[in-house]
């Protein structure tokens, strides 16, 4: 079920304040809160909950509040809900008309509001920041008709991968299994294993490759004997078969690849994480997936953001890239301008002007091409403006979807409020009679 969005009644309460009271009623988040339309992202997310049975959980303007002030400080869960019961501009932003001294929900229920309303209500959250963009006059419909389009890498929260230490966790994660399953096990090499590790790690830092290959094969012989103890048993328990068919694929995976494997596994916690090679000289592989941006060429405001995954060409996203920004904006780019990497696109709606591109270019449209490397420090902003930092840690295929959205939106989000900010300053100047965009 779904509570409703809290509605101001203006009463007061004998033993507790009103936020409007001890708040700044001219603050930006005052104003933002203002601007944005609850009921509509309540009914845009709604459809993701069941109406008749369940446990309440928390109002659309409680939970969506907390999404956006998440993306806008870029912090953690955690760190949101520790920061909301301090801060009564926080609670007045997510509706409430007290001072609250306890959070209303946990923290977890963050995290499955994310996963309840996945890509579908987060494209939402992001074209409300639009809209906030063109009420507050940060960007205008004809800038959306010229666009830059760019992809990067959307990096997961993983450790550098070596074949050995996932074959590790494919053992322990073997054993673990089989104990909770009580599946007898003949040796479970927990001692060993982790002793073979260390000492491939030693000899690796020692250049002595030849003491490190033969830890590594020892790895990989405790890795084949727990599947084949495991795959024995599972014929004498069938039932149980169900139960271990991903976990020992994936195990599997681990033990037979090599240098020259295709489809190799990356990470043991993650394994929709890609090695990506994006040509850079200090960091040569990167490990996540590929992620697109599409901001306008003029006003450096982004009105579109996609994960991708099976690491596609750069030229077959340019399509779903654009067509998100006319799902979201209403409107379809006339031009796009692309680096190198874009030959070989499959548009045809919109003129699509590649870098150092000489045919067909005007002098009107040579200066917007300049500005195209203007998307870089953008894509730089999403992923360093965050107290998290620049990695992914959110979880699957949707949590790449979810996280590559997300920037985008803080980015959107703290470019209105200093234009808020400066509206509000030069009010303050002109004795309140200085005109703002929004109204």
């Known amino acids: 079920m779904l509570k409703k969005n809290p509605v101001s009644t203006g009463q007061a309460d004998l033993f507790r304040e009103r936020l409007e ?15 944005i339309k609850w009921d509509w992202l309540e009914s845009c997310v709604s459809k993701h909950y069941c109406h008749t049975n369940g446990r309440p959980g928390g109002s659309i303007r409680m939970m969506m509040g907390l999404l956006i002030l998440k993306d806008i400080e870029g912090q953690s869960d955690e760190s949101v809900c520790e920061r909301w019961v301090e801060n009564p501009y926080w609670q007045y932003f997510c509706g409430e008309e007290f001072f609250q001294h306890k959070f209303p929900v946990t923290p977890e229920s963050l995290s499955y509001f994310r996963n309840r309303i996945g890509e579908e209500g987060m494209e939402c959250v992001l074209a409300e920041t639009i809209r906030l963009g063109l009420v507050s006059g940060v960007v205008t419909k004809k800038d959306i008709e010229q666009v830059t389009v760019d992809t990067t890498v959307q990096e997961k929260a993983v450790t550098f991968p070596t074949d050995s230490k996932l074959r590790h966790k494919a053992r322990k994660a073997l054993v673990i299994l089989a104990k ?3 599946i007898p096990l003949r040796q479970s090499y927990v001692r060993k294993s982790k002793n073979a590790l260390f000492m491939m790690n030693r000899y690796g830092a020692a250049r002595q490759m030849k003491r490190a290959k033969k830890e590594q094969r020892k790895i990989k012989t405790y890795l084949g004997c727990v599947i084949r103890n495991i795959e024995r048993e599972l014929i004498k328990r069938p039932e149980m078969v169900v139960e271990f068919k991903e976990i020992i694929e994936r195990a599997k995976i681990a033990l037979n690849q090599d240098e020259s494997s295709r489809n190799k596994l990356y990470s043991w916690h993650a394994p929709e994480v890609e090695c990506i090679a994006k040509g850079k000289l200090h960091k040569k592989y990167e490990f996540g997936c590929k992620a697109s941006l599409a901001s306008t060429n003029k006003s450096n405001f982004i009105v579109g953001a996609k994960a991708f995954h099976q690491r596609p060409y750069d030229g077959r996203t340019l399509l779903p890239a654009l067509t998100q920004v006319a799902k979201l904006t209403g409107i379809i780019p006339k031009e796009a301008h692309v680096d190198q990497g874009y030959k070989g696109h499959n548009v045809t709606e919109t003129n699509v002007i590649i870098s150092r591109q000489k045919r067909g270019v005007t002098n009107a449209i040579k200066k917007r091409q300049k500005r195209r490397n203007a998307i870089e420090p953008i894509i730089g902003h999403c992923k360093n403006d965050r107290e998290i930092g ?33 509206c509000l300053y030069y009010r303050s100047l002109n004795n309140n009679n200085y005109p703002l965009a929004y109204g």
Do not use: P, W, Y
């Open 21 to 35: 009271s001890i708040i700044n009623m001219k603050h930006r988040l005052v104003t933002l809160s203002g601007l």
């Open 180 to 182: 909770q399953c009580d």
């Open 390 to 422: 620049a990695r992914n840690f959110l979880k699957s295929e949707l949590g790449d979807k979810i996280n590559t959205i997300s920037m985008a939106i803080g980015f959107n989000l703290r470019k209105i409020l200093r234009a808020i900010l400066l």
